[in-house]
């Protein structure tokens, strides 16, 4: 089984920063893909960011320019620095990793979010 737990959602003020985090924790034997991704009330689930373990990243258009994603592959641990939050931010925040994991079994595992809110 491999885990994935996020931290650091909160309420800011527009414009402010915030800095998730994600962990991911079990049987890894690699990871190779990890991404952000965020789902507002009544929207569809979307990716925010993703890097790859030789750290390409890819960013959403409405990201671009403010958030900035990075990982510690040694310690399984990814990050997302959001800043100049604006109000449309808000939503719950998702980390899923992908890889290999004891014997070489592929898993794609996703955290249980967390809550981002960005008040004007």
């Known amino acids: 089984q491999v885990q994935v737990v996020e931290s650091g959602g909160g309420l800011v003020q527009a414009g402010g920063s915030l800095r998730l985090s994600c962990a991911a924790s079990g049987s890894i034997v690699s990871i190779n893909d990890m991404g952000w991704y965020r789902q507002a009330p009544g929207k569809q689930r979307e990716l925010v960011a993703a890097?790859?373990?030789?750290?390409?990243?890819n960013y959403a258009d409405s990201v671009k320019g403010r958030f900035t994603i990075s990982r510690d592959n040694a310690k399984n641990l990814m990050y997302l620095q959001m800043d100049s939050l604006k109000p449309e931010d808000t939503a719950v925040y998702y980390c899923?990793?992908?890889?290999?994991?004891?014997?070489?079994?592929?898993?794609?595992?996703w955290g249980q979010g967390t809550q981002v809110t960005v008040s004007s």
């Open positions: 899923k990793a992908e890889g290999l994991r004891t014997f070489l079994r592929p898993f794609a595992s």
């Open positions: 890097i790859t373990r030789g750290g390409s990243t």
